[in-house]
T-cell receptor, first 112, second 110 residues
Framework: ETGVTQTPRHLVMGMTNKKSLKCEQHLGHNAMYWYKQSAKKPLELMFVYSLEERVENNSVPSRFSPECPNSSHLFLHLHTLQPEDSALYLC???????????FGPGTRLTVL | GIQVEQSPPDLILQEGANSTLRCNFSDSVNNLQWFHQNPWGQLINLFYIPSGTKQNGRLSATTVATERYSLLYISSSQTTDSGVYFCAVEQVFGNEKLTFGTGTRLTIIP
């Protein structure tokens, strides 16, 4: 247990569905991150939130929409996804952006 | 951006063997972390080691920042060590972003 939880662990959705991924950290950290891990590719940073403000958006398509309502919770809202968006989506948190990141277990997403 | 290369890409060992995983990076870093991703996909932080040497049980890591590489040593391997090992670095003046290597897939055979 790293103190970072993600739900759901598995998600299958159609291209017209709308769903949300949830991440929660119980570590008192101030920075939270979304990463995407596709097969045979390095992890890609998608979004960074620091003190609930988005500080980085790595050219992610608008069909991915993050939300950070408070420092403990991070959401990734999904709509009109494509099959190539199927991947493992990992959430991480750190005390500040200069500190070690701790990862959640991930949500394995399949888009049909 | 900074390039991170890990070697070997795949490693298959008998239980009890020792292994060395390497991470080369192309620019100066102020953060380097080693992660283990288990077969269920979970990433576990192993070391935060921008320089120097650290040990934790059967695992140890050394980063030689001036020569831009880091090594992860696993001794007396166990089947639970199987998975993918990632090195991730943060470039100095690099927008505080962790860049991951493509990983080394380690398989420990009983």
């Amino acid at each position: 247990e790293t103190g970072v939880t993600q739900t759901p662990r598995h998600l299958v959705m159609g291209m017209t569905n709308k769903k949300s991924l949830k991440c929660e950290q119980h570590l008192g950290h101030n920075a939270m991150y979304w990463y995407k891990q596709s097969a045979k590719k390095p992890l890609e940073l998608m979004f960074v939130y620091s003190l609930e403000e988005r500080v980085e958006n790595n050219s992610v398509p608008s069909r991915f929409s993050p939300e950070c309502p408070n420092s403990s919770h991070l959401f990734l809202h999904l709509h009109t996804l494509q099959p190539e968006d199927s991947a493992l989506y990992l959430c991480a948190s750190s005390q500040t952006r200069e500190h070690t990141q701790y990862f959640g277990p991930g949500t394995r997403l399949t888009v049909l | 951006g900074i390039q991170v290369e890990q070697s070997p890409p795949d490693l298959i060992l008998q239980e009890g063997a020792n292994s060395t995983l390497r991470c080369n990076f192309s620019d100066s870093v102020n953060n380097l972390q080693w992660f283990h991703q288990n077969p269920w996909g979970q990433l576990i932080n192993l070391f935060y080691i921008p320089s120097g040497t650290k040990q934790n049980g059967r695992l140890s890591a050394t980063t030689v920042a001036t020569e831009r590489y880091s090594l992860l040593y696993i001794s007396s391997s166990q089947t639970t060590d199987s998975g993918v090992y990632f090195c991730a670095v943060e470039q100095v003046f690099g927008n505080e972003k962790l860049t991951f290597g493509t990983g080394t897939r380690l398989t420990i055979i009983p």
